[in-house]
């Protein structure tokens, strides 16, 4: 019976919260999706045809790092804002005599199941929208390359890990 009480306590004030909640998810999913997508543009084997292609795959890498790097401090950002927006409820959870470590469990888990929800719909769609970003890019970029529909592991793996990582970092800074 205790096992089952703090997930449901966290699913429904992620319910309750979401006004709140649902820009911060939002922010998640776009955040998890663009870096999905210039990942899966940078790991693409039809840039090696295009002339000057390791200059373009050196700048590709080079903007993924710093999206990453953005991501993370945006998220960080992101995050915070939505703790501070929870102060008062968890001094109700307080007054009604839940202490410290009880409501920490609610919120890690509450952070573990938006975390969860924003990088599977980031990478969902991330790959619904890979080949319009990749037509977008070459457009702006004015080259003319065939670049088929693809669905690849290793964009996906090191999205997962790096947001993990992220998600991860996030729950210790603000719950520990």
């Given at each position: ?23 911060y ?112 890019l ?39």
């Amino acid at each position: 019976m205790r096992n089952v009480l703090y997930p449901k306590l966290a699913a429904t004030n992620i319910k309750k919260n979401g006004k709140t909640y649902f820009p911060y998810l939002l922010t998640c999913i776009l955040t998890v999706m663009m870096f999905y997508d210039l990942l899966l543009v940078s790991t693409n084997s039809a840039l090696d045809t295009m002339p000057g292609a390791s200059q373009l795959r050196l700048i590709l890498n080079f903007a993924v790092t710093i999206t990453g790097g953005f991501s993370a401090i945006f998220l960080f950002y992101t995050n915070s804002f939505l703790v501070r927006q929870r102060k008062k409820e968890m001094g109700i959870y307080i007054f009604m005599g839940l202490d410290n470590t009880r409501i920490g469990k609610m919120f890690v888990l509450e952070a573990l199941f938006m975390g969860l929800s924003a990088l599977i719909s980031g990478i969902f769609f991330g790959v619904l929208f890979s080949k319009l970003f990749q037509m977008l890019l070459l457009r702006m970029s004015e080259i003319s390359v065939k670049i088929r529909f693809s669905v690849s592991l290793k964009p996906m793996v090191i999205t997962s890990l790096m947001f993990v990582c992220i998600y991860g970092l996030m729950i210790l800074k603000e719950y520990y």
